[in-house]
Nanobody, 122 residues
């Protein structure tokens, strides 16, 4: 079992920045960030491989968000810049502990954090 704890959510104004972190209790392979806005389905945001050398982003956040990781601390980060009101959502980190590479599908992730709220005001 791997536990994931997200930190760093909060409020920002349009154009502002926030940094999310997700600390894992054990070793993980591919990590991902997802988000869910009220009344909408959970959607993929970003994913990163174990070594941190390969990343993939949703088109809606590409160029604004950066995913990274520190394996020495079992932590993954999501740096969010140029925030927009449509980025408002609960953000979840997710982990794969079996090999399989990057994936945008939530069903491929075995472990999930509790979520952290991000609110962007105009």
């Amino acid at each position: 079992q791997v536990q994931l704890v997200e930190l760093g959510g909060g409020s920002a104004q349009t154009g502002g920045s926030l940094r999310l972190s997700c600390a894992a209790s054990g070793r993980t392979l591919t990590m991902g960030w997802f988000r869910q806005a009220p009344g909408k389905e959970r959607e993929f945001v970003a994913t990163i491989n174990w070594g941190g050398s390969t990343t993939y982003y949703a088109d809606s956040v590409k160029g604004r968000f950066t995913i990274s990781r520190d394996n020495a601390k079992n932590t993954v980060f999501l740096e969010m810049n140029s925030l927009k009101p449509e980025d408002t959502a609960t953000y979840y980190c997710a982990a794969r502990t079996r090999a399989g590479g990057l994936t945008i599908f939530s069903d491929d992730y075995a472990y999930w954090g509790q979520g952290t709220q991000v609110t962007v005001s105009s």
